[in-house]
């Protein structure tokens, strides 16, 4: 039986793209911007996505972190209106 070499599913560019991330530092593209002061990145070299954490630095867009940005902006929204 002969055997198929599989192609990676990663490109290699990205790979490289992620190396000089590594050296020179993601470049990040605003990709989403709540209603609070919530902003969601994308670097545009390795295409990963980013947050903002609670001291403004740039921490990795888990889905546990995009879940307490919705929760937030939620919260957010909800007491904008109450005040209003
Ligand atoms: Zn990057």
Known sequence: MKSIELTPLQPKRNQL?????????HK???????????KEFE???CKKQYTL???GHYTPLTPKMRRI?????NFYITKMSRTS
């Open 17 to 25: 793209a992620a190396v000089a991330c590594k050296i020179f530092g």
């Open 28 to 38: 990040y593209r605003l990709t989403k911007r709540y209603q609070s002061h919530l």
């Open 43 to 45: 670097c545009t070299h």
């Open 53 to 55: 954490d609670g001291y």
């Open 69 to 73: 940005n919705e929760v937030y902006e």
